[in-house]
Every structure is written in structure tokens, then in C-alpha cells.
């Protein structure tokens, strides 16, 4: 069995959850993350990962299905020794559009992978920190949760519950000194981001404080923090990773 720490992160075959599977892999971490699809990219970041000396283990699996969750927190422990260290939920997805014009389908969309996927995975992932008496949670939220945003009614309410939950498990696990934080981002260089038009862009960077677009790293190295030992007196926090947007 390995002595290394199990981190086990949703989401991580790009973009952020990438960066934070590798960055996980830098504090001596071994690795168990999820994607729902692109075996390609869920490939890359396991060599990434595995070049950092981390044993890697890549589980294709719909954050939004509680039966996929439940079997990759078992893949997860049984590849951890029978312990799950760290858990980061990553996972999630935006489906935007203005109410008026908003599906159905597109809320319920969100928050099934946003909110019920973080709710899953903190359920059964708790239930084994609890047992080990320790573990470290990081759960992902964003500014717009906090702030609001037009057109992202769906994914606000989604990231706002988030918070809502952290703070919430964070009071239920504190006696037993299992840590559960959030991180919100703001504008983060990634794919979505990158397709954006130059005008769109420099709209977005005027409401930064920085005028400047984060990294997935930025992101990746609050969570670190939140997951190392160093955050061990720091419980039911929100951390925004967000060049002073939501100020």
C-alpha cells in the first residue's frame, strides 16, 4: 500500500481539473480523477501526473449519476489502500441562456451535475473521513455564485448551493477535524475562454480589478493550499481565485 495521500479529483482530464490533478501530484499525492468523456485528454493528464511520480488511476464516470459516483469513490478507495485523503469536486458544466428564453432541461442539466454531483461525491466520500478521522474537502464554486451573472441564472444558483453545502458539511465533519472549503474563480484561461472574441474579452477584463485572465494554476494552487496541512485551522471558507472581481 502506497504511504502517499489519495486525491481524488472530478473532472480532471482539462482545464482546472487538469491543473489540479498535476499540481496534487507535485505534494506527493497519488491520483484518482473522473471524466465523462475524451479519453484523449483524460490520458494527458494521467502522464502528466505520473511524470510528477504519482500513481494515477483515470475512471470514466457521470459525476450526475449517483450509482457512477458511488463506484468511483469505491475505485478511488480500493486504489487509495482503503482511504480517500483528499477530495475535490471539480466536475461542472454551464448551460447558459437568459431566463425568458431558459429549458427546462437546462436547469435541470446544471444542477444535476453542479450541485447533486458535488452533493454525491461529499456524501460518500465523508462517510470514509469520518471513519479515518481526517481528510481535507474542496469543493469548486465561482464568483459568479456570488456575484450573479447575466445569462447564468442555472449556473449561479448551481455554484451559490455550493457554498451553501461546504459551509453547511464544514460545521457536521469539524469535530473531527475533516476541513471542507471552496474555491470560486473568476475568469480563468481555459477552452470556453479562449473561444472568446477580443471584444468580449477586454469587456470582461474592464470588470477586473487586475485587467488580466487567470490561469487553471492560479485555481490549482488555492486548492493545494486548502488540501495541504498548512489549511488545517481553515474550515467552511470560500477562497476567490478571481484577480479582484468579486471585491
Known sequence: MSEKKLALVTGGSRGIGRAIC???????CDIVFNYRSGSEAAEETKKLCEEKGARVLAVQ???????ECDELIRQAAEFGGGRIDILVNNAGITKDGLLGRMKDEDLDAVLEVNLKGTFYMMRGVSKLMLRQKAGKIVNMSSVVGIMGNAGQVNYAASKAAVIGMTKSLARELATRKITVNAVAPGM???DMTGALSDAAKEKILEGIPFHAIGEPEDV???VAFLAGEESGYITGQVICVDGGMAI
Not at 61 to 67: L, P, Q
Request: net charge neutral.
Open 61 to 67: 464516470a457521470d459525476i450526475a449519476s449517483s450509482a
Open 188 to 190: 480563468i484561461g481555459t
Open 220 to 222: 490549482a494552487n488555492a
Open 22 to 28: 498535476v499540481r496534487l501530484a507535485r505534494m506527493d
